[in-house]
């Protein structure tokens, strides 16, 4: 064997080792296929040019097919550019870098590749989350860690860091929420092969709907599939958002759970075996008929809705982003065009005003405000240290900036607000409960002011101790004592 891959680069043998390692297989059996396999090597080949025309390798350990000449074992290994054959399997992806220029060579594939391995045949969603958060999130954090990006290279390699951070939670949320949207999506039950529910001609319907036997095993069918609808339906509207912490973009990926689910209802109570099955119930009066319309319009309106509230929500994201992102005092700078926005959308939006719903939106926006003051006040390592030389005075400052922008928040509010009871509608005003919406984050900053006071106060002692007081005067040498003594 090793007479055939003698023509093999290092770099090529590099990848060889890596993919038997990361499929746990022999090095020899990956050797013996792409020896045999010639599209496989030039797949391999143009990885590791210098115009490398194929960005990435993935490398699958699929069970073994009965026409499969790859491999002998249980296990067949198949080579793929990713875009003409679907990942199953156990999955090991290879991909060059973005500024990845030149060959690839035995001494710089290390740096210039990223590989890892994704195991299919489980939850593959879930697969690439763990991946995410056990392995790529620790990663930037500690190199952002060690390395002091934001002393040693400036703001931009630290704002680089926070971007890329902030991209993996944001495809994690996408990930989640893409698994969550699968898991509760509601198949309806098939009908029978033998049921004549793709009737294609009025004739063919009348004739089902005449035999009485087709009709009730029809009626069956669609009470099974009302029931489904009728518990999706009850059950979406149980669902109460959670507000204990979460913040506005939570808000988005419920509304988009939701729009997945009915619309993938939708699609199913629209398709050619429902509206079949609904032809021959209604040619044979059907009393059933009219409960299932009636349900299908609750789901149609369902899904429109949904969708609707995700489109607005989506508007508001890059207000809200900076609140994930930013510091109390750049929050506070745009919070004037975070709240317009925000009112503009709610009072817009026909699906989505109505004043729990606004509450809601607006008190996980004061969630994540109490989150983003939390981040910034141990951005610096723990706050609660004291130096050597005396309190930590930016701690006091950053208080003070948390405390600003509740104030302003509040402030801010409080004037929209006011300026709606002048020019809208009743209908469409912000007639909502403060204390609702700024309930936790008033207990907060109340929290907070006493933690100030606390600082501010071992301050003053702290200077006290420092100071170098003047000495009082002796008793001999005092003019109190000489003229006590004259007396």
């Known amino acids: 064997m090793s007479s055939q891959i003698s023509f093999w680069n290092n770099a090529e043998a590099w990848i060889v080792n890596r993919v038997a390692l990361g499929l746990e297989v022999e090095i020899r059996d990956v050797e013996g ?123 931009k390699a630290s704002f680089s860091s926070v971007s890329v951070s902030e991209a993996i939670q944001r495809f994690s949320g996408v990930l989640q929420g893409a698994h969550v949207a699968i898991r509760s999506v509601v198949h309806l039950q098939e009908c029978e092969e033998s049921m004549p529910w793709m009737a294609a001609s009025q004739q063919e319907v009348m004739r089902a709907a005449k035999d009485k036997e087709v009709v009730d095993r029809m009626e069956i069918v669609l009470e099974d599939w009302m029931q489904s609808l009728k518990r999706v339906i009850n059950t979406s509207r149980e669902m109460e958002p959670d507000v204990d912490t979460n913040g506005p973009a939570s808000e988005l990926e419920r509304w988009k759970a939701a729009a997945s689910l009915f619309d993938a209802l939708r699609q199913q109570t ?80 026909e699906k989505y005003h109505s004043k729990e719903r606004v509450t809601t939106y607006f008190m996980k926006v004061s969630n994540q405000m109490i989150t983003c003051c939390k981040t910034f006040l141990v951005a610096d390592g723990n706050p609660w240290e004291t130096k050597t030389d005396g309190t930590p005075h930016s701690l006091i400052a950053k208080i003070e900036s948390c405390l600003q922008l509740n104030r302003k928040y509040i402030e801010q509010f409080r004037s929209i607000k006011e300026q709606d009871s002048h020019y809208k509608p009743r209908g469409k005003r912000l007639d909502l409960s403060e204390r609702a919406i700024f309930g936790k984050f008033n207990d907060f900053c109340a929290r907070l002011r006493k933690v100030q006071d606390l600082f501010i106060t071992l301050d003053q002692y702290q200077k006290l101790v420092q100071a170098h007081a003047q000495p009082l005067p002796s008793r001999a040498t005092s003019p109190c004592s000489s003229s006590l003594a004259s007396l």
């Open 270 to 349: 629209s398709g050619v075996m429902s509206r079949g099955l609904v032809r021959v119930l209604e040619t044979a009066s059907s009393t059933k008929v009219d409960q299932w319309h009636d349900l299908e319009n609750r789901v149609i309106n369902r899904a429109l809705e949904a969708k609707e509230i995700v489109r607005y929500l989506y508007s508001l994201e890059p207000f809200t982003h900076l609140l994930y992102v930013g510091t109390p005092e750049a929050v506070k700078d745009s919070l004037d065009a975070l709240l317009k926005a925000s009112t503009l959308m709610l009072s817009v939006s």
């Open 33 to 155: 296929i792409l020896a045999a396999r010639s599209d496989y090597s030039e797949i391999l080949s143009r990885f590791t040019n210098e115009k490398a025309s194929v960005p990435s390798l993935f490398w699958f350990k699929a069970p073994k097919s009965e026409d499969s000449r790859e491999k002998k074992g249980d296990n067949i290994v198949l080579c793929t550019n990713g875009y003409e054959t679907s990942a199953v399997g156990c999955v090991f992806y290879i991909v060059r870098q973005s500024d990845s220029e030149g060959v690839l060579t035995i001494n710089n594939i290390a740096n210039e590749v990223i590989c890892g391995t994704v195991d299919t045949r489980n939850e593959c969603l879930v697969e690439l989350e763990l991946l995410l958060h056990q392995l790529y999130q620790p990663l930037v954090s500690a190199c952002a860690a060690e390395t002091d990006l934001g002393a040693d290279l400036g703001s």
